[in-house]
């Protein structure tokens, strides 16, 4: 299982726009193929955006839905002009996570992204591994990730 979290920046007052292109291809048949784990945007900020986060069960199975034609009506949605910027990240879940969870949370969701040195990691995950049972009675815990590469 990987994680694809995928941003887009939005020219401005693009937002209600884009939200309806993008629902309209979702119902043509897009999440037959992965789950759309959670879907987040943003009206203010630095620039409008939103941003998609989805799980496949392996690396092959993530990337063509967004850079190619699939097959499925209206995907990958039209939305080019409507675009400023986009960016997609791959991460890879950390042992504790539980792949029982879903994005049927919120509607409020907390992101948090960190930076460590190189070799770090293994550290950080040993340390929260250690710790998720008790952070979990604090507030819900969605998904924990490290990312090895960027697209």
Same mark, same amino acid.
């Given at each position: ?55 496949? +069960? ?9 850079? +190619? ?53 293994? +550290? ?12 979990? +009675? ?14």
């Amino acid at each position: 299982m990987i994680y694809e979290f995928r941003t887009y920046d939005l020219f401005p007052h693009n937002l209600p726009k884009y939200q309806e292109i993008l629902t309209n291809s979702l119902a043509g048949g897009r999440l037959d193929h992965s789950d759309l784990f959670g879907y987040f945007y943003s009206e203010f900020g630095p620039s409008t955006g939103h941003s998609t986060f989805g799980h496949t +069960k392996a690396w092959t199975n993530a990337s063509p839905f967004a850079t +190619k034609p699939t097959g499925i009506t209206g995907w990958p949605p039209p939305t080019g002009d409507l675009l400023a910027d986009q960016s997609a990240e791959i991460y890879f879940p950390a042992p504790f996570n539980d792949s029982s969870i879903t994005g049927a949370r919120g509607p409020f969701y907390e992101l948090r992204t960190y930076t460590y040195r190189t070799g770090e990691i293994p +550290k950080v995950i040993d340390r929260w591994g250690k710790a998720i049972d008790e952070r979990r +009675k604090l507030s819900p815990f969605m998904v924990a990730g490290t990312q090895n590469l960027a697209i």
